[in-house]
C-alpha cells in the first residue's frame, strides 16, 4: 500500500500525500512513496505538478516524531539527508509544481512546500517550523529556504521561537500566492496548473531552470545563465509557432513541447 496517490488529467498530474491517520506525516515509507511517484512521471508528456495533502486539515504536519525520537546523531542526520536529497529533487524538476497547501503545513509540511515552485494555501492552513520546541533544528531544508522565501527576521523569529503562521500573515509575507477557502484550493491550482500548462512547456522549463540556477548566485552568473537558458528556446517548433502566430496575428497551435 502507497502512501502517496498519483493522478493525471491532461498535462497535469496531482500527488496527494496520503496518511490521514497521522496528519500526512511523514515517515521513511512516506518519503520513498512520495520518491517513487516522482520518478514515475512522465515529464515528457506533465507540464506541471500539483502536490497536495488528503484530508481537509493537514498538508503535512511534519516528518514522523514516532519514527525519529530514539535516533542516533548518525542517523537524524542520514533522516535529514534523505528528505533533503528528495526535497531538493522535487525543486529542481523539469516541470513547475504547484504546492496545495489545504491546512497544516508545519515542520516538514512546511519545509516540502517551500521545495514546490508556487504555494497556494486553504484559508485553514498553518504554516510553522515546530522544531526547536522538540529539542531539534528544521532538518528538510527549513533553516535554509525559510529565510530566502520571506524577510531572515521573520524566519529566525518563526525558527527560534516556534511562531506559527496563519494564511493570510503567510499571504502577506509571500510566501503563498494566494488564500482560497478549502474547497477552491484544488479547483484553483489545477487552474493555475492549466494555465502553466498551455505555454511553451520548453520556455517554462528554461524559465524554471535559469530562476532556480541563477537565485543563489551573483547577477553577473545568473545574468549568463538568463543569456544561455534563453537561447536554448530558439530553433523548437514551439519558438517558431509561437512568434509566427504573433506576426501573422492569430492564436498559436496548441505547443507541442518540441
Ligand atoms: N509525527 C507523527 N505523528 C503525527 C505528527 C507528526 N509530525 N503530527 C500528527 N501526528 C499524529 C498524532 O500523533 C495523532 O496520532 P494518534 O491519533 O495515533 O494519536 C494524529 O496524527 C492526529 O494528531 P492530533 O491528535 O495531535 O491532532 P490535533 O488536531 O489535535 O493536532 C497538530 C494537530 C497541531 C498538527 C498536532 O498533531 C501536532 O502538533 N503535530 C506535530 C507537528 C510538529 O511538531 N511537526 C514537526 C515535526 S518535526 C519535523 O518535521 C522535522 C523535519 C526535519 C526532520 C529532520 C530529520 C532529522
Redesign the pocket.
Request: no cysteine; charged share 15%.
Given at each position: 500500500m502507497s502512501f502517496v496517490k498519483y493522478e493525471a488529467k491532461d498535462q497535469i498530474g496531482i500527488i496527494t500525500i496520503d496518511r490521514p491517520?497521522?496528519?500526512n506525516?511523514?515517515n521513511s515509507q512516506v518519503l520513498d512513496d512520495l520518491e517513487a511517484v516522482v520518478d514515475a512521471v512522465d515529464y515528457d508528456v506533465v507540464r506541471c505538478l500539483i502536490l497536495t495533502g488528503s484530508g481537509e486539515?493537514?498538508f503535512v504536519?511534519?516528518?514522523?516524531?514516532?519514527e525519529?525520537a530514539e535516533?542516533s546523531k548518525a542517523e537524524?542526520k542520514a533522516?535529514?539527508e534523505k528528505?533533503n536529497k528528495l526535497f531538493r529533487k522535487i525543486e529542481t524538476l523539469p516541470i513547475p509544481v504547484i504546492a496545495a497547501v489545504n491546512g497544516?503545513a508545519?515542520?516538514?509540511?512546511c519545509?516540502l512546500c517551500m521545495s514546490c515552485d508556487i504555494r497556494l494555501a486553504s484559508d485553514n492552513a498553518l504554516f510553522g517550523q515546530?522544531?526547536t520546541?522538540?529539542g531539534?533544528t528544521?532538518?528538510?531544508g527549513?533553516t535554509q529556504r525559510l529565510m530566502r522565501r520571506i524577510p531572515v527576521g521573520k524566519a529566525k523569529e518563526m525558527i527560534y521561537a516556534c511562531t506559527n503562521i496563519k494564511a493570510p500573515e503567510a499571504l502577506s509575507l509571500g510566501l503563498v500566492n494566494a488564500v482560497y477557502p478549502q474547497e477552491e484550493l484544488l479547483p484553483a491550482a489545477e487552474k493555475l496548473a492549466g494555465k502553466i500548462a498551455k505555454n511553451a512547456p520548453i520556455a517554462v522549463r528554461q524559465a524554471k531552470a535559469a530562476m532556480n540556477e541563477g537565485i543563489d548566485v551573483d547577477m553577473d552568473a545568473a545574468i549568463a545563465i538568463e543569456c544561455e537558458r534563453f537561447g536554448e528556446c530558439f530553433e523548437t517548433a514551439d519558438q517558431k509557432e509561437g512568434m509566427a502566430a504573433f506576426l501573422e496575428k492569430r492564436k498559436h497551435e496548441p505547443f507541442q513541447n518540441k
Open positions: 491517520n497521522a496528519l506525516a511523514l486539515k493537514s504536519a511534519g516528518a514522523d516524531i514516532a525519529m535516533d537524524g533522516f535529514a528528505g497544516f508545519l515542520g516538514g509540511g519545509e515546530p522544531e520546541g522538540l531539534i528544521p532538518g528538510f527549513g
